[in-house]
């Protein structure tokens, strides 16, 4: 599985957009592109997936570069309930070889202020 | 929200006891897993179950075992509890018949163990 560098944290403002980008210079072939959110004692929540170019959906979008070694995760107009750590996964999360096997790393800690 | 659903919440746990966790996976989802949390951290794979067997496995010692049943369901099971087995204890399903995106990991809520 690739391995994931994002920022340890970030502040901002309610409002306004957060961006937060996730280096994975060893993507394979197959992987996937997935970031999840967590809460504090809670199991993360799933926020989008993607493989190359750009996804949305409502509540977040994916920037994912030609060369994949990259994505960015945009949150528009962020909200005080948006403080939580996001976490960037990359993986062949397709098929039971690979299955449900994320390797999480530490993730980046957002805190939106008001 | 997810339609994985863990069980107990919370418990607290002496050292040397054993303890089950519980998992029941989303509907039509065939593969669990499960991840401890400790505080502070990202989860880390345990293992994971497809077809009533386990099919892969993180640094975990043979002491952290676990079951699938036909109905997908799962059972975490870890003997001779330590003090650092205290965390939070993650089950994810997922379905292999699905191709992205559909076969997006949905995690429990977790359940939290102390040992003292």
């Known amino acids: 599985l690739a391995k994931t560098t994002q920022p340890i944290s970030m502040d901002s403002y309610e409002g306004q957009e957060v961006n937060i980008t996730c280096s994975h210079n060893?993507?394979?072939?197959?992987?996937?592109i997935t970031w999840y959110q967590q809460f504090p004692s809670q199991g993360p929540r799933f926020i989008i997936q993607?493989?190359?170019t750009k996804v949305t959906n409502e509540v977040a979008s994916l920037f994912i570069p030609a060369d994949r070694k990259s994505s960015t995760l945009s949150l528009p107009r962020v909200s005080l309930s948006d403080t939580a750590v996001y976490y960037c996964l990359v993986g062949d999360i397709a098929g039971k070889a690979a299955g449900n096997k994320l390797t999480f790393g530490g993730g980046t800690r957002v805190l939106v202020k008001p | 929200e997810t339609g994985v659903t863990q069980s107990p919440t919370h418990l607290i746990k002496t050292r040397g006891q054993q303890v089950t966790l519980r998992c029941s996976s989303q509907?039509?989802?065939?593969?669990v897993s499960w991840y401890q949390q400790a505080l502070g951290q990202g989860p880390q794979f345990i293992f994971q179950y497809y077809r009533e067997e386990e099919n892969g496995r993180g640094n975990f010692p043979p002491r952290f075992s676990g079951l699938q049943f036909p109905n997908y369901s799962s059972e975490l099971n870890v003997n001779a509890l330590e003090l650092d087995d205290s965390a939070l204890y993650l089950c994810a399903s997922s379905s292999t018949t699905l191709v992205p995106p559909g076969n997006t990991i949905y995690f429990g809520e977790g359940s939290w163990l102390t040992v003292v």
């Open positions: 993607g493989y190359k």
């Open positions: 060893n993507i394979a072939t197959n992987d996937y």
């Open positions: 509907s039509g989802h065939n593969t």
